[in-house]
């Protein structure tokens, strides 16, 4: 299973991009879907998360009201829509698929992981 994230990029506050995230090589439809973030010197923290079949997604705090997480399992894709973006948003993200439990935050449930695309928020 292979994970190919982008769609980063820079960005002024206040702005918007979204992130793509094509899986390959396996069976896109069984697989929760998530995306965490790493900024420089601090851990990869968890952001979205999407189940297998879709439906409402689950947010971290800090981004609630401001991302959408949503899927389309006949485009093997999922889209990170970040609204409102922030200075503190500034991060390596990254795409990760895995069977875990539902609105997992723990990096260890999710087997695949994308390369990460960055993205940089300006103040």
């Known amino acids: 299973v292979q994970l190919q994230a982008s769609g980063g990029g820079l960005v002024q506050a206040g702005g918007s991009l979204r992130l793509s995230c094509v899986v390959s090589?396996?069976?896109?439809?069984?697989?929760?879907m998530a995306w965490f973030r790493q900024a420089p010197g601090k851990e990869r923290e968890f952001v979205a998360f999407?189940?297998?079949?879709?439906?409402?997604?689950y947010y971290t705090d800090s981004v609630k009201g401001r991302f959408m997480l949503s899927r389309d399992n006949a485009k093997h894709t999922v889209y990170l829509q970040m609204n409102s973006l922030k200075p503190e948003d500034s991060a390596i993200y990254y795409c990760?698929?895995?069977?875990?439990?539902?609105?997992?935050?723990?990096?260890?449930?999710?087997?695949?992981w994308g390369q990460g695309t960055q993205v940089t928020v300006s103040s």
């Open positions: 999407i189940r297998w079949s879709g439906g409402s997604a």
């Open positions: 090589g396996g069976t896109f439809s069984r697989y929760n």
């Open positions: 990760a698929a895995g069977r875990g439990a539902w609105g997992s935050r723990d990096t260890s449930n999710y087997g695949y």
